[in-house]
């Protein structure tokens, strides 16, 4: 049994130990942050609270996707018109399975969202083919898009994302996130945490969003996208507000399976700590 002095030095230690735990959030550094590439700026005044690698041109994965989806919004088709899912759609590059089987019948809506909340390949594929003249003019419009946004070191050749010859750097991605927070539908569609589809056939099929976050009640997100290929790494990008203040988060090539979303967490938990000011700049390696 505790005497009455030892066991209020026990309740004390009891409480010293979150008091501990926050302290050890507040020390975090952001040169310890994982992702090879890592821009975090202002929406507002594109003022760089820092930076990392942010010139190097990489793949960027199914970041793309958020392109694709400008492009389809901007050719202003009907997003009720129905598209049906063909052999065209199927993954040829990295074999990759989607639960939307050939002859499905979706609305361009619906594929829409898959994209961007999902990350569905065969969506975004079938998306990129049924446009006026097909895939070749589709990306040809994403090129086209990437240069009215100021993406000069951007190049795009397909709408997945599947190719690693999608390439762009990190400043060229938050100039694409800031791009793509102007559509309504693709802040609603990136930010959804879950969707229901019912095929023609009478099947639902339920998707979650790939990013984690976006359920998090510790998180204010306005846009989202994250991205998979070998050759990129993992990937995300994010419109978010942290203490009050509207950002733009982009950070590239994270290997560890959940380490993009540790360096999310750990941005935000110093910025709630440090404030906004700016942190020096990690040289391109």
Request: hydrophobic letters at 40%; proline letters at 4%; charged letters at 25%.
């Amino acid at each position: 049994m505790w005497t009455h002095g030892e066991a209020a030095q026990q309740q004390r230690k009891k409480q010293a130990r979150p008091a501990a735990a926050a302290a050890s959030d507040s020390v975090t550094d952001l040169s310890d942050l994982k992702s090879s590439a890592v821009m975090i700026v202002r929406q507002d005044d594109g003022s760089l609270l820092y930076s990392k690698n942010i010139e190097t041109v990489v793949p960027i994965a199914s970041i793309t996707k958020l392109m694709t989806a400008m492009v389809v919004l901007d050719a202003k088709l009907p997003l009720d018109d129905y598209v049906i899912i063909t052999t065209d759609d199927i993954d040829d590059i990295k074999g990759t399975r989607s639960r939307l089987k050939v002859g499905s019948r979706l609305t361009r809506d619906d594929l829409l969202r898959l994209a961007l909340m999902a990350s569905e390949n065969r969506a975004a594929a079938a998306l990129t083919r049924a446009y006026p003249g097909g895939t070749p003019a589709f990306v040809a419009a994403m090129n086209e898009k990437a240069m009215e946004l100021g993406m000069y070191r951007s190049r795009f050749v397909d709408g997945t994302g599947l190719s690693s010859e999608n390439v762009s750097t990190a400043r060229d991605l938050a100039t694409m996130v800031k791009g793509a927070y102007q559509y309504p539908l693709i802040r609603e569609y990136s930010t959804e945490t879950a969707h229901t589809v019912t095929l023609a056939n009478g099947r639902s099929l339920q998707y979650r969003n790939s990013n984690r976050l976006v359920q998090n009640p510790d998180w204010h997100i306005g846009l989202s996208k994250t991205g998979y290929i070998s050759e990129a790494g993992r990937c995300l990008v994010m419109q978010t507000v942290i203490s009050a203040t509207p950002l733009i988060i982009v950070l590239l090539d994270s290997w560890g399976r959940l380490t993009r979303i540790g360096d999310a967490n750990r941005i935000r938990k110093w910025i709630e700590v440090n404030g906004l000011r700016p942190v020096a700049t990690r040289p391109e390696s």
